[in-house]
């Protein structure tokens, strides 16, 4: 059964950190490239960065970049997102998925996982 696990979401205050973690069962994560999403309530989901099958490609949106990290490591079938700086805007859930190719678009991705939640407040 393909499976994909998020975990590491939490309260933070805002300009501290946190990292995601995303785990998958059931199927090779390298095979795959991986994105990480978030969903803020009312809001629609939007892809906040994602890393070729390799690791070789990373991309991030204008909103977290220089601020948030993505990186694999495929010996643990893992991905991760490091989330630095953090804002109050950050706030969402946090979805990973698996695709073919690194997108920021939602419908390009074929596996999620269930959501992990960040919440960013003082």
């Known amino acids: 059964q393909v499976q994909l696990v998020e975990s590491g979401g939490d309260l933070v205050q805002p300009g501290g950190s946190l990292r995601l973690s995303c785990a998958a069962s059931?199927?090779?994560?390298?095979?795959?490239?991986i994105g990480w999403f978030r969903q803020a309530p009312g809001k629609e989901r939007e892809g906040v960065s994602c890393?070729?099958?390799?690791?070789?490609?990373?991309y991030y949106a204008d909103s977290v970049k220089g601020r948030f990290t993505i990186s694999r490591d495929n010996a643990k079938n893992t991905v991760y997102l490091q989330m630095n700086s953090l804002k109050p805007e950050d706030t969402a859930v946090y979805y990973c998925?698996?695709?073919?190719?690194?997108?920021?678009?939602?419908?390009?991705?074929?596996?999620w996982g269930q959501g992990t939640q960040v919440t960013v407040s003082s």
């Open positions: 998925a698996a695709g073919a190719q690194p997108h920021l678009t939602p419908a390009e991705y074929d596996y």
């Open positions: 059931g199927f090779t994560l390298d095979d795959y490239a």
């Open positions: 890393i070729s099958s390799s690791g070789g490609s990373t």
